[in-house]
Nanobody, 118 residues
Framework: QVQLVESGGGSVQAGGSLRLSCVVS??????????LAWYRQAPGQQRELVAR???????NYVDSVKGRFTISRDNPKSTVALQMNSLKPEDTAVYYC??????????WGKGTLVTVSS
């Protein structure tokens, strides 16, 4: 059974930093070739892709976070992280970890809340 557990959310003032982490279990032999991502959903808005990292560690970001956020993965630990710097109030959202496995299966965490105050 694949499970994703996010941590690291919280409240921070604008300009501050947070580091989100997601531990993925149940993918002993499939984590390395999987694509990993962070999504977010603000109140009243649709969920959007924030950052993705491929199995070859190629990354892409939504324009609004480029230069401020960095996604990374640790294959031996089956984790994916999102370093968020220079946070803005518009970054306030629930952040979700996602894994798209080599076999095309899609799994989600329950989310962690990030609140940025001005």
């Amino acid at each position: 059974q694949v499970q994703l557990v996010e941590s690291g959310g919280g409240s921070v003032q604008a300009g501050g930093s947070l580091r989100l982490s997601c531990v993925v279990s149940g993918t002993t032999f499939t984590f390395r070739p999987s694509s990993l991502a962070w999504y977010r959903q603000a109140p009243g808005q649709q969920r959007e892709l924030v950052a993705r990292i491929s199995s070859e560690t190629n990354t892409n970001y939504v324009d609004s976070v480029k230069g401020r956020f960095t996604i990374s993965r640790d294959n031996p630990k089956s984790t994916v992280a999102l370093q968020m710097n220079s946070l803005k109030p518009e970054d306030t959202a629930v952040y979700y970890c996602n894994i798209l496995t080599y076999y095309g299966n899609d799994y989600w965490g329950k989310g962690t809340l990030v609140t940025v105050s001005s």
